[in-house]
Protein backbone atom coordinates (compact mmCIF):
# COMPACT_ATOMS: atom_id res chain seq x y z
CA UNK A 1 0.00 0.00 0.00
CA UNK A 2 2.63 2.33 0.77
CA UNK A 3 4.82 2.04 -1.78
CA UNK A 4 4.54 -0.61 -4.85
CA UNK A 5 7.37 -3.38 -4.39
CA UNK A 6 9.16 -2.10 -7.32
CA UNK A 7 8.47 -4.76 -10.26
CA UNK A 8 10.88 -7.38 -10.44
CA UNK A 9 11.91 -7.05 -13.74
CA UNK A 10 13.37 -3.45 -12.87
CA UNK A 11 14.97 -4.74 -9.79
CA UNK A 12 17.95 -5.75 -11.23
CA UNK A 13 18.53 -3.23 -13.39
CA UNK A 14 20.96 -0.59 -11.53
CA UNK A 15 19.71 1.90 -14.57
CA UNK A 16 16.50 2.07 -13.10
CA UNK A 17 14.72 5.27 -11.68
CA UNK A 18 12.46 5.02 -9.21
CA UNK A 19 9.63 7.20 -8.02
CA UNK A 20 10.86 9.66 -4.83
CA UNK A 21 10.30 8.40 -1.04
CA UNK A 22 6.99 8.96 -0.41
CA UNK A 23 6.11 10.13 -3.86
CA UNK A 24 3.51 7.71 -5.16
CA UNK A 25 1.69 6.86 -8.34
CA UNK A 26 -2.09 7.55 -8.68
CA UNK A 27 -3.15 4.33 -10.99
CA UNK A 28 -6.12 4.02 -13.24
CA UNK A 29 -8.05 2.03 -10.59
CA UNK A 30 -7.34 5.02 -7.85
CA UNK A 31 -7.73 7.98 -10.72
CA UNK A 32 -11.33 6.35 -11.70
CA UNK A 33 -12.13 6.50 -8.19
CA UNK A 34 -10.91 10.15 -7.31
CA UNK A 35 -12.77 11.26 -10.40
CA UNK A 36 -15.57 10.21 -8.55
CA UNK A 37 -15.01 11.83 -5.48
CA UNK A 38 -13.88 15.08 -7.66
CA UNK A 39 -17.37 15.24 -9.17
CA UNK A 40 -19.16 14.62 -6.30
CA UNK A 41 -17.74 17.70 -4.56
CA UNK A 42 -18.78 20.02 -7.37
CA UNK A 43 -21.92 18.28 -7.25
CA UNK A 44 -22.36 18.77 -3.56
CA UNK A 45 -20.18 21.73 -2.90
CA UNK A 46 -22.32 23.47 -5.48
CA UNK A 47 -25.62 23.04 -3.66
CA UNK A 48 -24.05 25.31 -0.77
CA UNK A 49 -22.70 27.95 -3.06
CA UNK A 50 -19.34 27.03 -3.58
CA UNK A 51 -17.41 27.15 -6.75
CA UNK A 52 -13.42 25.90 -7.75
CA UNK A 53 -10.61 28.25 -7.38
CA UNK A 54 -7.35 26.82 -8.79
CA UNK A 55 -4.46 27.80 -7.34
CA UNK A 56 -0.34 27.92 -7.99
CA UNK A 57 1.32 25.07 -6.20
CA UNK A 58 4.64 26.64 -5.58
CA UNK A 59 4.22 30.39 -3.04
CA UNK A 60 6.52 32.65 -1.28
CA UNK A 61 7.87 30.62 1.71
CA UNK A 62 6.57 33.65 3.87
CA UNK A 63 2.69 32.91 3.33
CA UNK A 64 3.37 29.54 5.17
CA UNK A 65 5.27 31.24 7.77
CA UNK A 66 3.39 34.18 8.54
CA UNK A 67 -0.67 31.49 8.14
CA UNK A 68 0.27 28.22 9.37
CA UNK A 69 2.28 29.80 12.51
CA UNK A 70 6.25 29.18 12.49
CA UNK A 71 5.79 26.71 15.61
CA UNK A 72 4.06 24.01 13.92
CA UNK A 73 5.59 21.14 12.64
CA UNK A 74 4.68 21.40 9.48
CA UNK A 75 6.95 25.20 8.85
CA UNK A 76 9.26 23.85 11.38
CA UNK A 77 10.27 20.62 9.59
CA UNK A 78 7.72 19.50 6.70
CA UNK A 79 8.09 21.95 3.76
CA UNK A 80 9.40 21.64 0.16
CA UNK A 81 11.58 24.92 0.25
CA UNK A 82 13.76 26.17 -2.09
CA UNK A 83 15.60 29.19 -2.95
CA UNK A 84 14.25 30.20 -6.83
CA UNK A 85 17.45 31.42 -9.10
CA UNK A 86 16.86 35.12 -7.59
CA UNK A 87 17.17 33.98 -4.39
CA UNK A 88 12.69 34.37 -2.91
CA UNK A 89 12.72 31.35 -0.51
CA UNK A 90 9.76 29.43 -2.57
CA UNK A 91 7.35 26.82 -1.34
CA UNK A 92 5.66 23.79 -1.99
CA UNK A 93 1.99 24.12 -0.39
CA UNK A 94 1.77 22.09 2.39
CA UNK A 95 -1.93 23.11 2.20
CA UNK A 96 -4.52 25.41 0.22
CA UNK A 97 -6.08 27.59 3.13
CA UNK A 98 -3.37 30.22 2.96
CA UNK A 99 -3.08 30.43 -0.84
CA UNK A 100 -6.75 30.51 -0.60
CA UNK A 101 -6.75 33.44 1.45
CA UNK A 102 -3.74 34.83 -0.66
CA UNK A 103 -6.09 34.91 -3.94
CA UNK A 104 -8.98 36.36 -2.17
CA UNK A 105 -7.17 39.52 -0.93
CA UNK A 106 -4.65 39.50 -4.66
CA UNK A 107 -7.53 39.18 -6.87
CA UNK A 108 -10.23 41.68 -5.11
CA UNK A 109 -12.08 39.32 -3.98
CA UNK A 110 -12.20 40.51 -0.66
CA UNK A 111 -13.88 43.47 -2.03
CA UNK A 112 -16.05 42.78 -4.76
CA UNK A 113 -17.38 39.09 -2.90
CA UNK A 114 -17.05 39.17 0.94
CA UNK A 115 -18.53 36.46 1.40
CA UNK A 116 -17.15 34.41 -1.70
CA UNK A 117 -17.21 30.38 -0.94
CA UNK A 118 -14.15 28.98 -2.52
CA UNK A 119 -13.42 24.74 -2.52
CA UNK A 120 -10.41 23.91 -4.38
CA UNK A 121 -8.72 20.18 -4.96
CA UNK A 122 -4.96 18.89 -5.66
CA UNK A 123 -1.44 18.10 -4.58
CA UNK A 124 0.00 19.17 -1.26
CA UNK A 125 3.38 18.86 -0.18
CA UNK A 126 4.98 17.82 3.23
CA UNK A 127 8.40 15.70 4.37
CA UNK A 128 6.75 13.68 6.81
CA UNK A 129 7.80 10.01 7.44
CA UNK A 130 5.24 8.24 5.21
CA UNK A 131 3.67 5.31 6.01
CA UNK A 132 0.58 3.73 5.23
CA UNK A 133 -2.06 6.95 4.68
CA UNK A 134 0.87 9.73 5.01
CA UNK A 135 2.80 10.59 2.10
CA UNK A 136 5.14 13.60 1.29
CA UNK A 137 2.49 14.21 -1.77
CA UNK A 138 -1.61 13.73 -0.79
CA UNK A 139 -4.21 15.11 -2.05
CA UNK A 140 -6.81 17.43 -0.59
CA UNK A 141 -10.43 18.58 -1.52
CA UNK A 142 -11.24 21.62 0.87
CA UNK A 143 -13.46 24.69 0.98
CA UNK A 144 -13.22 27.86 2.74
CA UNK A 145 -16.24 30.19 3.14
CA UNK A 146 -15.39 34.19 4.12
CA UNK A 147 -16.67 36.90 5.53
CA UNK A 148 -19.54 35.29 8.12
CA UNK A 149 -19.07 34.85 12.15
CA UNK A 150 -22.55 34.09 12.25
CA UNK A 151 -22.84 30.13 13.75
CA UNK A 152 -24.85 29.05 10.77
CA UNK A 153 -22.31 28.94 8.00
CA UNK A 154 -20.71 26.09 10.38
CA UNK A 155 -24.04 24.45 10.58
CA UNK A 156 -24.15 24.65 7.13
CA UNK A 157 -20.55 23.34 6.47
CA UNK A 158 -20.77 20.39 8.73
CA UNK A 159 -24.29 19.33 7.22
CA UNK A 160 -22.31 19.83 3.37
CA UNK A 161 -19.76 17.94 4.91
CA UNK A 162 -21.88 14.90 6.15
CA UNK A 163 -23.84 15.00 2.62
CA UNK A 164 -20.78 15.21 0.93
CA UNK A 165 -19.47 11.76 2.53
CA UNK A 166 -22.66 10.46 2.29
CA UNK A 167 -22.81 11.35 -1.30
CA UNK A 168 -19.15 9.24 -1.88
CA UNK A 169 -20.72 6.18 0.45
CA UNK A 170 -18.25 6.33 2.90
CA UNK A 171 -18.19 4.20 5.50
CA UNK A 172 -17.13 3.59 9.57
CA UNK A 173 -16.98 7.34 10.01
CA UNK A 174 -17.72 9.98 12.68
CA UNK A 175 -17.74 13.64 12.90
CA UNK A 176 -15.79 14.94 15.86
CA UNK A 177 -16.61 18.44 17.20
CA UNK A 178 -14.98 21.25 19.74
CA UNK A 179 -14.38 24.49 20.15
CA UNK A 180 -10.65 25.63 20.67
CA UNK A 181 -11.61 29.73 21.96
CA UNK A 182 -10.59 32.64 20.34
CA UNK A 183 -8.20 35.58 21.24
CA UNK A 184 -9.82 35.93 24.79
CA UNK A 185 -10.16 32.70 25.96
CA UNK A 186 -7.51 31.18 24.43
CA UNK A 187 -4.31 32.27 26.18
CA UNK A 188 -6.31 31.61 29.50
CA UNK A 189 -6.44 27.96 28.21
CA UNK A 190 -2.62 27.97 27.08
CA UNK A 191 -1.45 28.75 30.99
CA UNK A 192 -3.62 25.99 32.61
CA UNK A 193 -2.15 23.46 29.79
CA UNK A 194 1.43 24.81 30.17
CA UNK A 195 1.50 24.75 33.43
CA UNK A 196 0.06 20.85 33.59
CA UNK A 197 2.44 20.00 30.98
CA UNK A 198 5.33 21.16 32.87
CA UNK A 199 4.28 19.63 36.07
CA UNK A 200 4.18 16.39 34.09
CA UNK A 201 7.32 17.01 31.73
CA UNK A 202 8.84 13.71 32.19
CA UNK A 203 6.66 11.86 30.47
CA UNK A 204 6.17 13.74 27.76
CA UNK A 205 8.61 13.50 24.66
CA UNK A 206 11.17 16.46 23.33
CA UNK A 207 8.54 17.31 20.51
CA UNK A 208 6.76 17.82 23.68
CA UNK A 209 8.80 19.43 25.88
CA UNK A 210 9.77 22.27 22.77
CA UNK A 211 5.45 22.58 22.22
CA UNK A 212 4.92 23.63 25.86
CA UNK A 213 7.50 26.55 25.66
CA UNK A 214 6.38 27.60 22.27
CA UNK A 215 2.30 26.10 21.64
CA UNK A 216 1.18 24.09 24.45
CA UNK A 217 -1.88 23.12 22.43
CA UNK A 218 -0.16 21.14 20.08
CA UNK A 219 0.73 18.68 23.03
CA UNK A 220 -3.02 17.40 22.95
CA UNK A 221 -2.08 16.84 18.94
CA UNK A 222 0.78 14.78 19.73
CA UNK A 223 0.90 10.73 18.24
CA UNK A 224 3.64 9.72 20.54
CA UNK A 225 1.43 6.55 23.09
CA UNK A 226 2.82 8.08 26.21
CA UNK A 227 2.18 12.01 25.33
CA UNK A 228 -1.30 10.67 24.46
CA UNK A 229 -1.55 8.84 28.02
CA UNK A 230 -0.44 11.77 29.58
CA UNK A 231 -2.92 14.30 27.96
CA UNK A 232 -5.84 12.01 28.48
CA UNK A 233 -5.78 13.67 32.10
CA UNK A 234 -5.31 17.13 30.90
CA UNK A 235 -7.62 20.32 31.33
CA UNK A 236 -9.56 20.81 27.90
CA UNK A 237 -10.33 23.90 26.76
CA UNK A 238 -14.27 23.55 26.62
CA UNK A 239 -13.75 24.41 30.81
CA UNK A 240 -12.06 27.69 29.47
CA UNK A 241 -14.53 29.23 26.74
CA UNK A 242 -15.10 32.61 27.29
CA UNK A 243 -18.91 33.45 26.97
CA UNK A 244 -18.64 34.54 23.50
CA UNK A 245 -17.15 30.67 22.22
CA UNK A 246 -19.64 29.27 24.29
CA UNK A 247 -22.74 30.95 22.83
CA UNK A 248 -20.95 30.25 19.33
CA UNK A 249 -20.58 26.57 20.23
CA UNK A 250 -23.92 25.77 21.63
CA UNK A 251 -25.78 27.51 18.15
CA UNK A 252 -23.60 25.52 16.21
CA UNK A 253 -24.98 22.28 18.16
CA UNK A 254 -28.28 23.46 18.29
CA UNK A 255 -28.29 24.03 14.12
CA UNK A 256 -26.76 20.53 13.97
CA UNK A 257 -28.65 18.90 16.12
CA UNK A 258 -31.65 20.40 14.84
CA UNK A 259 -30.55 18.87 11.18
CA UNK A 260 -30.04 15.18 12.67
CA UNK A 261 -26.49 15.46 11.95
CA UNK A 262 -24.43 12.81 13.79
CA UNK A 263 -21.37 14.01 15.68
CA UNK A 264 -19.43 13.84 19.31
CA UNK A 265 -18.10 16.32 21.49
CA UNK A 266 -13.97 15.59 21.41
CA UNK A 267 -12.76 18.09 23.93
CA UNK A 268 -9.19 17.22 23.25
CA UNK A 269 -9.44 18.03 19.38
CA UNK A 270 -7.15 20.65 18.48
CA UNK A 271 -6.26 21.50 15.08
CA UNK A 272 -2.19 21.04 13.89
CA UNK A 273 -2.03 24.18 12.32
CA UNK A 274 -2.04 27.65 14.56
CA UNK A 275 -4.44 29.71 12.96
CA UNK A 276 -8.09 28.51 14.36
CA UNK A 277 -10.85 30.14 16.38
CA UNK A 278 -13.33 28.30 18.05
CA UNK A 279 -15.11 25.76 15.94
CA UNK A 280 -12.81 22.50 15.16
CA UNK A 281 -13.82 19.70 13.74
CA UNK A 282 -12.25 16.42 12.23
CA UNK A 283 -13.69 13.46 10.52
CA UNK A 284 -12.08 10.18 11.84
CA UNK A 285 -12.46 7.11 9.99
CA UNK A 286 -12.81 4.06 12.22
CA UNK A 287 -10.57 1.61 10.25
CA UNK A 288 -8.10 3.62 9.67
CA UNK A 289 -5.58 2.75 12.17
CA UNK A 290 -3.41 5.55 12.87
CA UNK A 291 -3.75 8.04 10.64
CA UNK A 292 -7.12 7.81 10.90
CA UNK A 293 -8.00 11.53 10.05
CA UNK A 294 -9.98 11.79 6.82
CA UNK A 295 -9.87 15.38 7.19
CA UNK A 296 -10.68 18.41 9.40
CA UNK A 297 -11.35 21.87 9.87
CA UNK A 298 -12.35 24.62 11.20
CA UNK A 299 -12.80 28.14 12.02
CA UNK A 300 -9.96 31.12 11.23
CA UNK A 301 -11.71 34.12 11.89
CA UNK A 302 -7.59 35.95 12.75
CA UNK A 303 -6.17 34.88 9.37
CA UNK A 304 -7.02 36.90 6.75
CA UNK A 305 -5.70 40.05 8.94
CA UNK A 306 -2.75 37.99 9.75
CA UNK A 307 -2.37 38.46 5.41
CA UNK A 308 -2.89 41.94 5.81
CA UNK A 309 -6.54 41.62 4.36
CA UNK A 310 -9.83 43.46 6.45
CA UNK A 311 -10.69 41.69 9.15
CA UNK A 312 -12.90 38.92 8.09
CA UNK A 313 -13.77 35.35 8.97
CA UNK A 314 -13.10 32.27 7.59
CA UNK A 315 -14.19 28.58 7.97
CA UNK A 316 -13.18 25.72 5.91
CA UNK A 317 -11.96 22.09 6.04
CA UNK A 318 -9.86 19.58 4.18
CA UNK A 319 -10.42 16.55 3.13
CA UNK A 320 -7.56 13.77 2.49
CA UNK A 321 -8.38 12.28 -0.62
CA UNK A 322 -6.07 8.62 -0.09
CA UNK A 323 -7.17 8.51 3.23
CA UNK A 324 -11.04 9.19 1.79
CA UNK A 325 -10.39 6.34 -0.81
CA UNK A 326 -9.86 4.11 1.92
CA UNK A 327 -13.14 4.36 3.57
CA UNK A 328 -15.30 4.40 0.22
CA UNK A 329 -16.14 1.03 -0.56
CA UNK A 330 -14.49 -1.04 -2.85
CA UNK A 331 -17.27 -1.03 -5.66
CA UNK A 332 -16.60 3.07 -5.59
CA UNK A 333 -15.32 3.78 -9.06
CA UNK A 334 -14.44 0.26 -10.06
CA UNK A 335 -17.07 -0.16 -12.98
CA UNK A 336 -15.58 0.34 -16.43
CA UNK A 337 -17.37 1.42 -19.16
CA UNK A 338 -17.80 -1.21 -21.78
CA UNK A 339 -15.57 -1.25 -24.60
CA UNK A 340 -16.12 -2.86 -28.13
CA UNK A 341 -13.03 -3.91 -30.07
CA UNK A 342 -12.58 -3.36 -33.91
CA UNK A 343 -10.22 -6.63 -34.94
CA UNK A 344 -8.88 -6.57 -38.43
CA UNK A 345 -7.39 -10.09 -39.56
CA UNK A 346 -5.81 -9.48 -42.35
CA UNK A 347 -3.61 -6.25 -43.78
CA UNK A 348 -6.40 -5.16 -46.20
CA UNK A 349 -8.68 -5.00 -43.30
CA UNK A 350 -6.65 -1.74 -41.49
CA UNK A 351 -7.87 0.65 -43.32
CA UNK A 352 -11.91 -0.38 -43.08
CA UNK A 353 -10.81 -1.43 -39.85
CA UNK A 354 -9.84 2.25 -38.16
CA UNK A 355 -12.81 4.19 -40.07
CA UNK A 356 -14.81 1.32 -38.16
CA UNK A 357 -13.80 2.23 -34.62
CA UNK A 358 -13.75 6.01 -35.53
CA UNK A 359 -17.18 5.82 -36.09
CA UNK A 360 -18.24 3.83 -32.94
CA UNK A 361 -15.60 6.32 -31.28
CA UNK A 362 -17.67 9.12 -32.69
CA UNK A 363 -20.53 7.71 -31.20
CA UNK A 364 -19.40 7.58 -27.60
CA UNK A 365 -18.48 4.36 -27.58
CA UNK A 366 -14.60 2.91 -25.81
CA UNK A 367 -12.89 1.36 -28.60
CA UNK A 368 -9.66 -1.14 -28.73
CA UNK A 369 -8.52 -1.27 -31.75
CA UNK A 370 -6.03 -3.99 -32.62
CA UNK A 371 -3.06 -4.45 -35.41
CA UNK A 372 -3.90 -6.54 -37.96
CA UNK A 373 -1.77 -10.29 -38.98
CA UNK A 374 -2.61 -12.33 -35.77
CA UNK A 375 -5.11 -15.25 -35.72
CA UNK A 376 -8.50 -15.03 -34.76
CA UNK A 377 -7.58 -16.66 -31.10
CA UNK A 378 -4.45 -13.82 -30.64
CA UNK A 379 -6.93 -10.88 -31.26
CA UNK A 380 -10.16 -12.07 -29.03
CA UNK A 381 -7.59 -12.64 -26.16
CA UNK A 382 -6.46 -8.94 -27.09
CA UNK A 383 -10.30 -7.83 -27.03
CA UNK A 384 -10.59 -9.42 -23.51
CA UNK A 385 -7.22 -7.74 -22.10
CA UNK A 386 -9.32 -4.70 -23.02
CA UNK A 387 -11.90 -5.89 -21.38
CA UNK A 388 -14.31 -5.60 -24.76
CA UNK A 389 -17.85 -7.29 -24.44
CA UNK A 390 -18.35 -7.13 -28.34
CA UNK A 391 -15.63 -7.45 -30.81
CA UNK A 392 -16.22 -6.47 -34.94
CA UNK A 393 -14.23 -8.92 -36.73
CA UNK A 394 -12.95 -7.76 -40.27
CA UNK A 395 -11.84 -11.26 -42.25
CA UNK A 396 -11.42 -11.81 -45.93
CA UNK A 397 -14.52 -12.80 -46.01
CA UNK A 398 -16.28 -9.67 -44.41
CA UNK A 399 -13.92 -7.30 -46.48
CA UNK A 400 -15.60 -9.19 -49.56
CA UNK A 401 -18.62 -8.91 -48.59
CA UNK A 402 -18.31 -5.35 -47.00
CA UNK A 403 -19.76 -6.57 -43.93
CA UNK A 404 -17.99 -6.80 -40.49
CA UNK A 405 -18.85 -9.98 -38.02
CA UNK A 406 -20.44 -8.48 -34.70
CA UNK A 407 -19.55 -11.07 -31.79
CA UNK A 408 -20.86 -11.24 -28.71
CA UNK A 409 -17.89 -11.93 -25.94
CA UNK A 410 -19.29 -11.82 -22.70
CA UNK A 411 -21.50 -14.71 -23.29
CA UNK A 412 -18.83 -16.04 -25.03
CA UNK A 413 -21.52 -17.34 -28.09
CA UNK A 414 -21.25 -16.78 -31.58
CA UNK A 415 -23.81 -14.46 -31.69
CA UNK A 416 -22.30 -13.01 -35.58
CA UNK A 417 -24.26 -10.48 -36.51
CA UNK A 418 -23.13 -9.12 -39.93
CA UNK A 419 -23.22 -5.34 -40.59
CA UNK A 420 -22.18 -3.10 -43.83
CA UNK A 421 -18.79 -1.88 -42.86
CA UNK A 422 -19.72 1.59 -44.16
CA UNK A 423 -22.59 2.11 -41.84
CA UNK A 424 -23.03 5.42 -40.03
CA UNK A 425 -21.96 6.10 -36.34
CA UNK A 426 -25.85 6.30 -34.88
CA UNK A 427 -26.46 2.35 -36.45
CA UNK A 428 -23.12 1.27 -35.31
CA UNK A 429 -23.74 2.31 -31.96
CA UNK A 430 -27.47 1.19 -31.83
CA UNK A 431 -26.22 -2.36 -32.74
CA UNK A 432 -23.23 -2.26 -29.97
CA UNK A 433 -26.34 -0.61 -27.80
CA UNK A 434 -28.49 -3.60 -28.40
CA UNK A 435 -25.73 -6.24 -27.91
CA UNK A 436 -24.35 -4.77 -24.33
CA UNK A 437 -28.32 -4.72 -23.62
CA UNK A 438 -28.58 -0.99 -22.59
CA UNK A 439 -25.30 -1.25 -20.36
CA UNK A 440 -22.96 0.86 -23.01
P1 LIG B 1 -2.65 14.29 10.68
O1 LIG B 1 -3.12 14.50 12.08
O2 LIG B 1 -3.05 12.96 10.11
O3 LIG B 1 -1.21 14.62 10.48
P2 LIG B 1 -3.25 16.96 9.87
O4 LIG B 1 -3.91 17.53 11.05
O5 LIG B 1 -1.81 17.25 9.64
O6 LIG B 1 -3.47 15.37 9.82
P3 LIG B 1 -4.61 18.66 8.00
O7 LIG B 1 -3.50 19.60 7.85
O8 LIG B 1 -5.80 19.09 8.75
O9 LIG B 1 -4.07 17.28 8.57
O10 LIG B 1 -5.07 18.13 6.58
C1 LIG B 1 -6.39 17.60 6.35
C2 LIG B 1 -6.36 16.17 5.89
O11 LIG B 1 -5.33 15.95 4.93
C3 LIG B 1 -6.01 15.17 6.98
O12 LIG B 1 -7.14 14.88 7.75
C4 LIG B 1 -5.56 13.97 6.18
O13 LIG B 1 -6.67 13.23 5.68
C5 LIG B 1 -4.86 14.61 5.02
N1 LIG B 1 -3.41 14.59 5.22
C6 LIG B 1 -2.66 15.44 5.96
N2 LIG B 1 -1.35 15.11 5.88
C7 LIG B 1 -1.29 14.03 5.05
C8 LIG B 1 -0.23 13.20 4.55
N3 LIG B 1 1.03 13.45 4.85
N4 LIG B 1 -0.54 12.16 3.73
C9 LIG B 1 -1.82 11.90 3.40
N5 LIG B 1 -2.86 12.64 3.82
C10 LIG B 1 -2.61 13.69 4.64
MG1 LIG C 1 -0.07 16.31 10.14
Not at 156 to 182: F, I, K, P, Q
Request: glycine share 8%.
Amino acid sequence: MLKPAVHPALMSNPDTITAVKGFRDVLPDETRRWRLLDEAAARVFGRYGFEEIGLPIVERTELFARSIGDTTDIVEKEMYSFADRDGTSLTLRPEATAGVVRAYLESGLAQRDPTARLYYRGPMFRRERPQRGRYRQFHQIGVEAFGREDPLVDAELLVMLTRYLDDVGARDTRLELNSVGDAVCRPVYRERLRAFGTARLAELCPDCHRRLERNPLRILDCKVESCRRVVASAPVVLDSLCDGCRAHLDAVRALLEQESVPYTMNPRLVRGLDYYTRTAFEVVGATLGAQNAVGGGGRYDGLVAALGGPDVSGIGFALGVERLAMVVPAEVGAEIPPAVAVLPLAPEAVGPAFGLATRLRDAGLSVALEPAGRSVKALLRAADRRRARVAFILGEDELRAGRATIRDLVRHEDRRQALALDAPSAVLAETVRSMLGGDA
